[in-house]
């Protein structure tokens, strides 16, 4: 019995490991899956800085949405102002999108490195006000503008299917998963705990 226990233990151990990954956007909670664009995004209620607010998006296998092309933002724009209309959120409310130029000055880069091909903004920027200018928010009408980073804004984050790894055991107690090979704080490990279909 010992022999057999064992055995269906380092079985579950090499399926989660090896075999198991952990889904796509659309089988998740709380992220909704646009067709058109082929993005999932999710809107977190709340408003914070840029770098918090792509860490809430980190935690929760995302990073701020990233509107690539005229498809994708036309539908990111109707995505917020339903989640904004149906969260009874002021008219006139912003949201960061993952766009930056904190690696280079007047060299806008999306998060995770992907260059910028296509652009949205308000006519006169970026401009820098202030000289301190560098993470991006898309206005009331959609239009993108820089502002600094610190500025309190809403959330809307993109599945990145990059985030994804297989389900990997870290310790005997299978306590953590790992998120882009770091182990996790205690609410990402909840929610791939919960999320995840690979489970020790």
């Not at 990073?63 to 690539?68: D, G, M, N």
């Not at 000055?105 to 920027?125: C, M, R």
């Not at 310790?171 to 182990?183: N, P």
Request: hydrophobic share 30%.
């Amino acid at each position: 019995m010992v022999y057999l226990k064992l055995a269906l233990l380092l079985a579950v151990f090499a399926y989660c490991k090896y075999s198991v990954t952990c889904g796509t956007c659309k089988d998740r909670k709380g992220w909704y899956y646009s067709e058109k664009a082929d993005r999932c995004w999710m809107y977190i209620g709340g408003e914070v800085g840029a770098i918090s607010a792509n860490r809430l998006c980190y935690i929760r296998l995302g990073v701020l949405a990233r509107p690539t092309s005229s498809v994708i933002q036309e539908e990111l724009v109707k995505f917020r102002n339903e989640k904004f209309n149906h969260h009874g959120v002021a008219k006139g409310a912003k949201a960061w999108i993952g766009l930056n130029d904190l690696g280079n000055e007047g060299t806008f880069t999306w998060t995770g490195g992907k260059p910028l091909n296509y652009t949205n903004w308000k006519s006169g920027e970026p401009n820098n006000h202030g000289g301190d200018e560098h993470c991006v928010y898309l206005n009331p009408e959609g239009k993108w503008m820089d502002q600094e980073c610190e500025a309190r804004f809403h959330i809307l984050c993109e599945f990145d299917e990059t985030a994804l790894k297989q389900c990997t055991k870290k310790d005997k107690l299978c306590q953590y998963w790992t998120v882009k090979g770091r182990c996790t704080q205690e609410e990402s490990k909840k929610f791939m705990a919960e999320n995840c279909s690979c489970f020790c």
